[in-house]
Structure formats: C-alpha cells, structure tokens
C-alpha cells in the first residue's frame, strides 16, 4: 500500500497551459514537500508545507490537512517546466515518505 | 548560492567491496540526510543525522550501512560489503532548523552519486 499516492504519473502539456499535479497521503505528517527531480536525476525542494497554500513565481502549492491532499499548480507552463515532480510526506526527524512522482513533459 | 556536494558522481565497483560516498551539506545547517532511488523506482529514506548522531533510520538502513560526519564538513555514507541491489542513485541533503527541536526544514539536495555494483 502506497503512503504517498500521485497523480497523474504522466502528463503532457502544450506551452501555457494551467498544470495541476496532485498528492494524496494517509500517514500523519509534518510536512509536505514537493521536489522537482530533472533528467539528469537532481533534486530542487520547491516548497514546504504544513498547511495552506505557498507561491513562488509560477508555481502554487496548496495543502488539505483535513483531507490530507495536496495540489501542485504550474501556471502558464513552458518546456523548462519539463521535469518530475515529486510529493513528500514528511514523518518526524526528516523521514520523508515518496511518491512516486509526476512526469511532465511541456510541448512548444 | 550554497549548496550540497556529493562525490563521486559514478562509482563503480565490484560486489562485496566497501564503498564510500562523500557529501558537503550547507555549512550552517544542522540535520543531515541520505535517501537513494533505484532506477526507475522511487526515492527512499535511508538515515537522518544530528548531532553526531543517527537520528532515525529505515529498515533499509541495516548493519551494512554506516554514516559519520568525520571532520565538522563532510558527511560521509558507508556501504561495507555492497550487493548488486545496493545499484542506486544516492542523494545527500541538508537542512537547517532550531538547535534542540527537531524541525525538518527546507531540503537542499546534492547531485546525487550513481553507484553500480557489478
């Protein structure tokens, strides 16, 4: 049974479109984080979250802790958005739990 | 901007050989982490440190595996007697927080290692 669920596991968009990505988890958490894994395999935190919502340039992070769900919004999307996005439920002391990821691929 | 180093990118090396991957967290954070990711499979915890110390660790962290923070900057993973399956990227991160409470903070990631076991 997954802890972390994500979806969609694919997605492919045309540049400027709205993306959602979504997070669900069934564990008790700390925190949220999403990550932002490129082809060449390294990893960018995007956000944290406990709860609410955070916003850096393009990108919005929504949580539900009632519902424990989680929203990862790319607006007016562009090939460099192209990447895999990861949802992470975060335990006590740093134990994160992962999700296997959103692969998004933006056309031109 | 700081950030995490991992050396080496690629190792490779033969079965039941020790390994170890080297790692230089931010200099001011407090709590060290490594995770791994199989290809083509998720990322997984494996240990997370402060103080010294092994703070938490999951099952897939067992008697093979060792982490030492020898000199006040590196942050070192051990793999004793590695195994084919030990074939993953290993990532290294960091993050800061308040001294005495636990707060897992934002993760700054290094580039990862890629070891192949053979």
């Known amino acids: 049974k997954n802890e972390v669920e994500q979806s969609p596991q694919n997605l492919t968009a045309q540049e400027g479109e709205f993306i959602t990505i979504n997070c669900s988890y069934s564990?008790?958490?700390?925190?949220l984080h999403w990550l932002q894994q490129h082809p060449g395999g390294g990893i960018v935190s995007l956000f944290m979250?406990?709860?609410g919502k955070k916003k850096h340039g393009r990108l919005i992070a929504t949580i539900n802790i009632q519902e424990k769900h989680s929203s990862l919004h790319i607006t007016a999307s562009h090939p460099r958005d192209s990447a895999v996005y990861i949802c992470?439920?975060?335990?006590?002391?740093?134990?994160?739990?992962f999700g296997k990821g959103t692969k998004l691929s933006v056309k031109p | 901007e700081p950030e995490v180093t991992q050396t080496p990118s690629h190792q490779v090396t033969q079965m039941g050989q020790e390994v170890i991957l080297r790692c230089v967290p931010i200099?001011?954070?407090?709590?060290f982490y490594w995770y791994r990711q199989i290809l083509g499979q998720k990322v997984e915890f494996l240990v997370s440190?402060?103080?010294?110390?092994?703070?938490?660790k999951s099952e897939i962290f067992d008697d093979q595996f060792s982490v030492e923070r020898p000199d006040g900057s590196n942050f070192t993973l051990k793999i004793r007697s590695t195994k084919l399956e030990d074939s993953a990227m290993y990532f290294c991160?960091?993050?800061?927080?308040?001294?005495?409470?636990?707060?897992?903070?934002?993760?700054?990631f290094g580039e990862g290692s890629r070891l192949t076991v053979l």
């Open positions: 992470a439920a975060s335990r006590s002391q740093g134990n994160l739990i």
């Open positions: 440190f402060y103080n010294n110390e092994i703070s938490e």
């Open positions: 200099s001011n954070h407090l709590y």
């Open positions: 564990v008790g958490i700390s925190a």
């Open positions: 991160a960091s993050s800061g927080g308040l001294a005495g409470v636990w707060y897992t903070g934002e993760l700054f």
């Open positions: 979250l406990s709860s």
